[in-house]
């Protein structure tokens, strides 16, 4: 039997997932909900699906079993605890919330209602990380010890309500992806934290615009995440779509990870759609590496290559529709969102933090 499917939160988010929505066998009615009436007539005449700005026609319909929150990060909390109450399955966007409390309160309401609650890390989906992931787990690079992640993106334009502080800082609005990746990667928990900031390059943001980053693990790897807002040249379009097009090739975006393992090193390039794998040797001259592949993707695959939104609403469907758990647990994702806090603790604070 089918099953109805909601959308709270219908900007550039909740009508990408409206798009994959339509590839479910599985779902039934789209019902679009939204605080911008003007937003939900535009859902409604571009995709045909139903709207609503009027939460308890949600709530209150058992039709509805599965819903995406897509809203600003401002309303995750209380849109995502709501929702379990009412006994929905809930995938929320990343970042949880915007205050660790909020995370946490959200995950115990999941646990306590048994409910189903998956966050939106789809770098787990990508093919390119989860290529990674399958070197690391086939043990081709050893055990890995050290992660280098440098990201650069445009700042946002200056209405954005990212800029704003009610929207959480840009650690984990930004970054929590690359923190889960890193989790992900390594299989050992944080215990320490710094991070160091600059002042401000962009003027009018309240957030933070810049961040090095550094994390200790329990296997004592160390990972590194350097993050740069408004050095690459401005382009107004869709940021998950545009390096497919190549349009940001070159032009000083950059998000690249170079993992470093015992026996072996890769490195990604999302900009450049490349992925390469090291293999390290002894020889009677020292220790030797060889780039042993070397694989790049056609730009049309981009998006399930990076951020695999796609499979991942398809995924999820699937689970609620088979009565499965979240891929990953949402206590999961919240240790994701701890470290991301603790971040933010180190750099006010100029010290490095115990987790
Ligand atoms: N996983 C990813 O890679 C990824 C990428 C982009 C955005 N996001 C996340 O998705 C969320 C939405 O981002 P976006 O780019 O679509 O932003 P957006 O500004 O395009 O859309 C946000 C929508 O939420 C609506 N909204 C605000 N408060 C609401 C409330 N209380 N109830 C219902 N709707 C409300 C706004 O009217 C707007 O239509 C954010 O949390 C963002 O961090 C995640």
Redesign the pocket.
Known sequence: MKMDVAI???????ESVIKHLRECPQVGRIVA????KE?LEEMKSQYNVDITSDLNQVFGDSTIRLVFV???????K??TIAALEAGKAVMC???MATTLADAEEMVNVAERTKGFLQI???LRYSKLYTKVKDWIDQGLLGEVVNIHCLYCSTAYPKDA??NKLSAGDTFP?RLS?YVDLTRWWIGSEVNEVYSACSPNIVPYTEVRDNYHTTYRFNSGAVSHISYYMNYPAMFRGDP?ANNVADLQLGDGHKLRYIVVGTKGAAETDVFYRHIKRWQFSDSPEGMASDLVEDLTWDCKEGKTYY?N?HDQALDIVRRVAEGLPPKTSARDALQTMRLCFAAIESADEKRPVRI
Do not use: C, Q
């Open positions: 709270l939160g219908s900007g550039v988010m909740g909900y939204d605080i911008r937003r897509t809203s600003s990060n401002d309303s995750h209380a849109l966007e990343k970042p939106g890390f789809e309500w990212r609005e992806h998950l951020h939104t």
